[in-house]
Every structure is written in C-alpha cells, then in structure tokens.
C-alpha cells in the first residue's frame, strides 16, 4: 500500500479543483504523498482541514472569534460560515478509516491500512467539497462582490516530529505543515483573473472556464486569489518579483516600482536569495498585520508622506512572507523568533533610511504640537511605547508563550514588538553587530529547514563569548521586568564611586554611560546584578551618570536612572507643567493640565474647571487628578479629586492591590450640595495562569463619609444629612460573549442600620441568535434604626436613591419628568414604577429577558418585598425592551404589572425607562474587551 523513498524524498501535494464561484462552492480531488521523515514508525496521519474550522459556532475558530467580543460570525447566517466535507479518503484504490476528532472538527485522523516506516511514503487521494465562508470573519474567503481570497482551503498533512504537531485554525494565520511539492489544476470562471505565487505551468479555456495548473517546489505557505478585475502588481528584479496590491495612496507607478526594487534589494542583501521566483504582499496580508500607529489619525490628515506609509507597509508584509516562507518552525509554539527578525529589520531599516522621522510625523512640527514629548519621539520609539502599555497595566506575557494563549493585543503587538527590541538589546549587548549578522547567516543557512528557536539559540552562542543566557532564561521564557537605578554615588576629582540597583533581581544586564552634558565620555555594560552592584569609574570630566542612555534596553521606568555629579539640587527633577496629556518624560515631575467641560447632573449643569494630574500614556503607580470646576447652572465651584497607589504583583491570582483616597463635591438636587470623601483599598484578582480568561474578582473595602446640605422638602432625605458607611463588596464576574455571569456580595454598615446583599446575574447567546438575561438579587437588613417613614436607607424596587452616591445618575433627585425616567440595573431592578417602591426589612426580586427579533426583547420581573409592620408583598411588571447597546444604550416599554395594562394608562410616556451612558471610560470598554 505505500513505496518506499529515499531519507531525501519529498512530500507532494497534487489538486484538481473546481471552481462553482455561484455557489461558494469548491470542488476538490487530492493526492498527498507523504513522508515519514521520523524515526518511527507510524499508524496514522492527521490532517489539517481548516476550511472546516467555520462549520459550526462551537469550533475553537468560533470560540476564539466570540471571546474577543466580535458577534458576525456567531450571528452569521449559515451559508456565510462555509464549511468542508470529505466525501472519501482512499489509498490505492481502497478506503481508509478516518474520523474528525473530537472538539477539532477541522483535523481529520486517517488509519493507515499498513504501517509506514521511516524513510518511506504513503499515498492518500482525498475527495471533499469546500463552501467558502465570508471574507468578513479572517480576511480570507468570498468578498462580497464575489472575489475569492484563499489561504488554507485545501487539505495539507501534519508534521510528526517524534510527536504530531497539530492544532486548530483560531484565525492565527499560523497552520505548521511540512515542505510540499505542490501542483494545482484549477478551473474557475473565464470572467476572473488569478493571482497567485506558485509558477503557471499551463493555461488553457473551454466556452466556460479557465483551465489553469500551477507548481512549486519546497512550498509552506501559498495564497490564492480569484479576482472579476485584478489590482495586482508585480515588480521583477534579478532577485525574486513582489506580487501586491497593498494600498498606495496614489502614488505613481515608478515611486512605486523604485520602493520595491529598494525593498527586494534590501531582503535579498540581509537575508539572500529567495528560494521561489515570487512573493506575495496583499492588503490582506497587511490587514492582519498592520504597522499599527502608522494610520492614528484620520486619512485626510497626512502625518506621514504617502512614500513613506506605502514603504513601511510594505516592507513589514514581505519581511513577514519571507521569513514565514523559508523558515520552517512552529508558529505556534516559536513565533518569537519570526516576529523578532521582522521588528528588528522594520526598526533597522527606518533608521538607515528614515532616521529623523518623528513618532507624530509631520504633526511633531505644527506650533502647539511641537513642545510637547511626544514631539520629540522618533517613530521606532512607538515599539517600546506599546509594549509598556502592556508591561505598566500587569498584562504581559512571555515571548515563548503559545501564540493562541496570548491576549489580542499582546499577539498582534506588544508581543512582537518587544521581541524586536530584545534582539536590538541583545545586539547592542554583544556589539559589532555579531546578533545582526547571526539572525542573517542563521537566516540564509536554515532555509526551508525543519528548525526551532533553541536552534538560533545554539547557534548565537557559538558566535560570541558572551553570556547570553539571561536573553533566552529571563528576556524570553518569563514575565521579569527591567528596572534599574543608581544611588549613592560619591566622587573624587579623578574618579567616582557608585551603586547600581536592580529593583527586579534578575540577570539581564544594563548600559552605564558617562557623560559630560550631552556628549557621551564613555560606555560599559554591568552584568549579573543581583541586587546591587558597586563599582569605582574613572571621572575624566563626566558630569552625568545615566543608565540605558540610548532607551534601547525595554525598562519599565526610567524616571531614576540618572544622577548628576554637579551636586544635590541639580539631582531633583524640574517641575514641569503641560497642557493635555503627554508621552512620560522621564527627565521631569510632569504635571498635566487639562480643560475641561462636562454635563454630570441637571443641578450643576455644565461645568467649566480643569484637571491637574499625572497620568501620562502610561499608567503610573502613584497617580492623582485633582477638577476644580464652576458649575453654571448651580452657580458653585463644584469638582473632585483623587489619589491612588497600585501594587502589581506577578505570577499569582492576586495581581494588583489598590489603595486611595477620593473626594468630590456636587450638586445632588436644586442648590443642594453633597460632600464625599472616601478612603479605599481593593484587591484585583484573575487567572494568572490564562490571562485570555475573562474571570474577574474584585474585593473592596472603603469607607464613605458623606456630608449633604439638608432640604425637609425632598423625597430622598434622611432626618441624618451627614453619614457614614463602611462597605465591604466581593465582585466575581466573567465577561464573554456567548455567556455572561457576574455575582457580588455587599456588606455595609452605618450608624442607624447595616445590611447584607447578593445578586447574580446571567446571560446567554444561543445559536439560533436567541439571546436570555437572569439577574436575581437579595438583600436584608441586620439593622435598622431609621424612621418608619424614611425609606433614604432602604432596598429600592425600580430606583435605588444612591446614598452611596456611586450610581451615574444625571438627576437622581427627580420624582417626574424625563430624569426620573433613567434606569440604572441596581437592587430590584423593576423598570415598572409601582405603589410599594422600597423595602425597609428586605427584598428578594428575579429579572428576566429573553430575544423577541433581533435587538427586541420581551422582559418580566417578580418579586417580593417585606416592610416592618406589612406582610410580604407580591410584585411584578413585564414589557419589551429594546437592546441597542448592551449594558450602554437600552430602552424599557412597560406592558404590564401590578398597575394593571400599563400601556392604556394616563401619561405612558413617563413610564418609559431609558438606560445610557455618557462616560467616555464606560464606552472605551466596548474596545478594551476585543484587544485586552
């Protein structure tokens, strides 16, 4: 049943496809022949059938889709997803055994009907059909104006490299499959043109269709489009052709000839030749792996010229195929090495050729602009800036970490580019260039060879006597953050004596630069610092001691590494103060001041104020904002102000630990003034062992004093205007799309009362697109001394009065009108308003909603409430609501409740409940949870 090859023999892939564009539809006879290149012997063969991955809302393609919070494909229509069937898969003639596995119906296991030895081949010929999903979910598939972009819509084998290297398409872009000889004869349409990187062998035509075979030799990776008019170009040099059709902004065709004979000159120079005739950089290629920061403003502000956008574009696209192409590692497990290279010649390149182009572009000149920081970055500064944003929130992970475990951001940024600044760091550690050669002879001498990381690894460590072990231990396989500091320093006329700390206390090692002003004297490198580290340098006229001078080495704070040797009082920072907020100086104590004009209540109406604060980009352990405001309506200088500390810890649940202080001032109703000051301390908790996870928790613990001007006229008042309240809460929640649970527990406790409270909270998308919400909550008192008549302090049925003050209310003291309309999900959480609105004993109440059509749903609520002195009443009220934005934008219709038939009574529309949001923070969140 198989023929025996040579240890040199290569796999071979041969496909006849038809084509049925109409119908979505692909019609496939295969052949693979295939190798055992291990030592043993082998009973089976898995095979990739990613075409398959779209099949069903449960594959792990669907799953990874839905916890980044994108709902097109679990709302997708069935004919949008695709799928793929095998119809049969046979050897010589004879049927085969083979079944999808469980959970990953997009990998096929074949029984072999006899063994397969080292050395030799086995022949399999596979019959299945494709149906094209939407381009819409991965980029890849049938557009909707009928163009095909394809890129794993055949069937391939999987590598066994003493165990079988296989897992499922989660739009990675990232399939692990062995070298192939390829052969497609493909028959499609006559109306389009094809476009592809593999060599055309033949190409003929019936009345209908096009007849078209195409080769390649030793292939990993090729694209196919089917396009009615083809935007492709094609660029030919002595080296290889580039086949695009990236963007260009209009660029005419010579620029464009001229930046990618550059670009091929600059690939073939580092890298050498390319192994294939042809490289493919598609729009759809930069799509998925955009030079982000590149397009942050609108495209009609032009930050950066249109020949630098196109050349950087493209660069980082064939930069990536090339390397993706000829390097024959696991994408999965040993991306690193992949992204690294990339980053590092994408940095590289923009120094040699671009060395003054600013991180804002055109922007850093413009009057305004110009005095700020950010002004003064250069643009590969944007690498490191990215990459903090991760490392300053607690959110990053090892470089060696499994693609498919990162965050969005982390794989698709962060990751990648702190993988090009170790290289950078590793290289400008071990001078004279020798990690830039070694990437490029490393490069040049394994292409197309099966290779791992650890290979680079022992092959740089033959090529310098340095110790590099703290790169490949430290920098790569763990989450250690670089941070170092010099203290105590003395000096003589000759010489100076000082202590550098690692406040991280690992092995990565930190440049120390001399300098007299800004010219550089001199230049060591510290090793093995682990803890301090002393040591006595020749003076020879330095006035400055600086660490990490050129900002090369990814350190997460960079405010202490200098000190002056002109004495103590050059040593503090100036004061600094700027208008907006700014990339962090670390030469500076920044203070930003920022205008501001908010609507926060009806009583204060807009205000006028501004904020002083700390926070740059980057999150600071110690930050504070302080508003002073005028309130227009209120006629009073209203505002607020807060401090904080937070404590990141790594590797463990427990990840942060907050504590601060905060007060603010404001109206609560007409010339009515509330003020609050409040000391807190919260712990933050998640998975530390997936931080993909959406599991939260939250323990919190503060403390409120509350000081309110006192009007016997109102309804939400207390005989006792002043009070405090101690409150304990837990919070668990976990935050998906398909299912949604939250719960909390809250204890609080005052003076007159205390009280205790649970809610739980559910929601479900199901796969008919039907989505159902639970909520159900649960408080009683301990205590309470309040007046009988004074509900200021009790469970509210559809309007809690907020005594906390942390619900947004806009007008929270309205009994009518539209203010009084706002729905906040809190306590009972009833929409309907009716005659026994709290509860001064305890309450116990269950919501409920389920799909109607689309964004309408039908809601019902019920309950009970229990007053001192009253029995426990029954409640109820049921209507339709319109769910715009989740959790941001929805509308309540009352239908019906213990009033009766709602809709037919006086003034419906003042029973009309509004839930919304004006917070910018709030509405961030919708893009927070897709990317972190």
């Not at 001078?549 to 040797?565: A, G, H, M, T, V």
């Not at 103590?568 to 920022?594: A, H, S, T």
């Not at 001007?709 to 799309?737: C, G, M, Q, W």
Request: glycine letters at 4%; aromatic letters at 16%.
């Amino acid at each position: 049943m198989f023929t025996g090859f040579s240890c040199f023999s290569q796999n071979k892939i041969d496909i006849h496809a038809v084509f049925n564009i109409e119908n979505k539809q692909i019609r496939i006879s295969q052949n693979i022949e295939y190798q055992n290149t291990s030592q043993d012997t082998l009973q089976s063969i898995y095979l990739n059938n990613w075409s398959n991955a779209y099949a069903t809302k449960t594959t792990p393609l669907a799953k990874r889709i839905a916890e980044e919070y994108r709902n097109d494909f679990h709302l997708a229509k069935n004919d949008e997803r695709g799928f793929s069937i095998v119809t049969s898969i046979k050897s010589y003639g004879q049927d085969l055994r083979y079944h999808e596995l469980k959970n990953q119906i997009d990998i096929v296991k074949v029984l072999l009907d006899s063994t397969l030895n080292p050395g030799d081949s086995y022949n399999i010929h596979l019959e299945y059909i494709v149906q094209l999903p939407s381009d819409k979910f991965t980029g890849y598939g049938i557009t909707k104006t009928g163009d095909l972009n394809l890129r794993y819509w055949y069937i391939t084998p999987a590598i066994y490299n003493g165990e079988w290297q296989y897992y499922s398409n989660k739009d990675l872009n990232d399939l692990f499959i062995p070298k192939s000889d390829i052969t497609l004869d493909l028959e499609f349409p006559k109306a389009y043109t094809l476009t592809s990187d593999l060599d055309v062998i033949n190409e003929s035509q019936n009345t209908e269709n096009k007849i078209i075979t195409l080769k390649g030799k030793d292939r990993i990776n090729n694209k196919l489009f089917l396009n009615k008019i083809s935007n492709f170009n094609t660029v030919e040099t002595n080296d290889f052709s580039i086949v695009s059709n990236i963007y260009d902004e209009d660029l005419e065709i010579i620029d464009k000839v001229l930046i990618t004979e550059k670009i091929i000159k600059y690939i073939s120079k580092k890298f050498g030749d390319y192994p294939h005739e042809k490289l493919f950089a598609t729009q759809t290629d930069y799509d998925d792996n955009p030079v982000y920061g590149l397009n942050f403003l609108p495209s009609f502000i032009k930050t950066y010229p249109s020949s630098f956008k196109y050349e950087v574009k493209l660069l980082k696209v064939a930069l990536r195929n090339y390397l993706e192409n000829t390097l024959l590692l696991n994408p999965r497990k040993d991306q690193w090495l992949i992204d690294g290279i990339e980053i590092f010649y994408l940095m590289n390149y923009v120094y040699e050729h671009y060395p003054n182009m600013k991180f804002l572009g055109s922007l850093a000149n413009f009057w305004g602009v110009r005095s700020f920081h950010a002004a003064d970055m250069r643009f590969n500064d944007k690498y490191n800036l990215a990459f903090m944003l991760m490392a300053r929130t607690n959110r990053d992970q090892p470089l060696t970490m499994a693609k498919d475990s990162l965050l969005k951001f982390n794989a698709n940024i962060a990751n990648k580019y702190k993988a090009g600044m170790g290289l950078s760091y590793l290289d400008d550690f071990v001078n004279s260039h020798t990690v830039e050669n070694t990437i490029e002879s490393f490069v040049a001498n394994n292409k197309l060879k099966p290779i791992k990381s650890s290979d680079f690894e022992t092959y740089l460590k033959s090529e310098t006597e340095k110790d590099v072990d703290w790169f490949f231990k430290d920098y790569l396989t763990t989450r250690e953050k670089l941070d170092f500091k010099i203290k105590n320093v003395s000096k003589t006329e000759d010489s100076m004596t000082l202590t550098i700390k690692n406040k991280r206390h690992n092995s990565m090692p930190v440049s120390l630069y001399t300098l007299n002003n800004d010219s550089i004297i001199s230049k060591i490198w510290i090793e093995n610092i682990a803890n301090h580290k002393t040591l006595t340098l020749p003076r020879n006229d330095a006035n400055k001691l600086v660490l990490n001078y050129n900002s090369i080495i990814p350190e997460i704070n960079e405010r202490d590494n200098w000190k002056s040797l002109k004495g103590f009082f050059f040593n503090n920072k100036p004061l600094q103060f700027r208008l907006f907020k700014d990339i962090e100086d670390p030469y500076y104590n920044q203070v930003f001041l920022m205008p501001l004009l908010e609507f926060n209540n009806i009583y204060d109406g807009f205000t006028l104020g501004f904020k002083a604060y700390n926070k740059t980009l980057l999150r600071k352990r110690f930050s504070y904002k302080l508003s002073p405001q005028y309130a227009f309506k209120s006629r009073a200088f209203t505002g607020s102000g807060v401090v904080s500390m937070t404590h990141d810890l790594e590797n463990r649940n427990l990840y942060a630990i907050n504590y601060g202080l905060f007060g603010s001032y404001r109206s609560y109703a007409p010339d009515l003034f509330v003020r609050l000051i409040t000391p807190s301390l919260s712990f933050y908790f998640r998975q530390d062992d997936d931080f993909r996870s959406n599991k939260r928790g939250l323990l919190s613990f503060r403390y409120l004093d509350i000081h309110r001007d006192k009007d016997i006229n109102n309804i939400y008042t207390t005989d006792e205007p002043n009070y405090n309240v101690f409150n304990a809460r837990y919070v668990h929640s976990n935050d998906n799309l398909i299912d949604f649970n939250k719960w909390y527990t809250d204890f609080q406790i005052g003076k007159t009362f205390s009280k205790v409270a649970f809610s739980f909270e559910y929601r479900h998308l199901f796969h008919n697109n039907r989505q159902l919400n639970i909520r159900s909550y649960s408080g009683a008192f301990l205590s309470n001394k309040n007046d009988i008549n004074s509900d200021y302090f009790s469970f509210a049925l559809d309007r809690p009065t907020d005594y906390l003050f942390e619900l947004p209310y806009l007008g929270r003291s309205e009994s009518s009108g539209i203010f009084s309309q706002q729905y906040i999900e809190a306590e009972g959480g009833f929409k309907s308003k009716l005659e026994t609105p709290f509860a001064n004993q305890w309450i116990s109440t269950v919501n409920m909603s389920t799909t109607l059509w689309n964004y309408i749903l039908v809601y019902g609520d019920i309950g009970f409430v229990k007053n001192k002195f009253n029995t426990a009443q029954f409640v109820y009220d049921s209507g339709i609501r319109i769910n715009l934005v989740t959790d941001y934008f929805e509308v309540y219709f009352p239908i019906y409740s213990n009033l009766g038939w709602e809709v037919s009574q006086p003034q419906y529309e003042e029973r009309i409940r509004i839930k919304f949001t004006l917070d910018p923070q709030s509405l961030l969140g919708l893009f927070r949870r897709r990317w972190f």
